[in-house]
Nanobody, 115 residues
Framework: QVQLVESGGGLVQAGGSLRVSCQAS????????MGWYRQAPGKQREWIAT???????NYVASVKGRFTVSRDNAKNTVYLQMNSLKPEDTAVYFC?????????WGRGTQVTVSS
């Protein structure tokens, strides 16, 4: 059973930066497609970024150019670097690992951007 633990969330002012991390329990980040999602209060969870097993990255339009997803295979960790943060980026950020039928989620980390 894979476990994912997010960390690094917090309170930041608009225009600031924050990096959230996702630590995986197994040696999976180079095998699975690793994704980041977020859920704001009263809204559905939305996909924001993925780094595939092949190292390709994809982003939702609203974060493209501001957020960067990366991974460290040796540390079994995936990162989401968030720059130029906006109040509308406030949400719980979740890590996801997906491979074939396997689909795992972390519990999330809160990111709050003040105006």
């Amino acid at each position: 059973q894979v476990q994912l633990v997010e960390s690094g969330g917090g309170l930041v002012q608009a225009g600031g930066s924050l990096r959230v991390s996702c630590q995986a329990s197994g040696n999976i980040v180079s095998i699975y497609d690793m994704g980041w999602y977020r859920q704001a209060p009263g809204k559905q969870r939305e996909w924001i970024a993925t780094i595939t097993s092949g190292g390709n990255t994809n982003y939702v339009a609203s974060v493209k150019g501001r957020f960067t997803v990366s991974r460290d295979n040796a540390k079994n960790t995936v990162y989401l670097q968030m720059n130029s943060l906006k109040p509308e980026d406030t949400a719980v950020y979740f890590c996801n690992a997906r491979w074939e039928w396997r689909d795992y989620w972390g519990r999330g980390t809160q990111v709050t951007v003040s105006s």
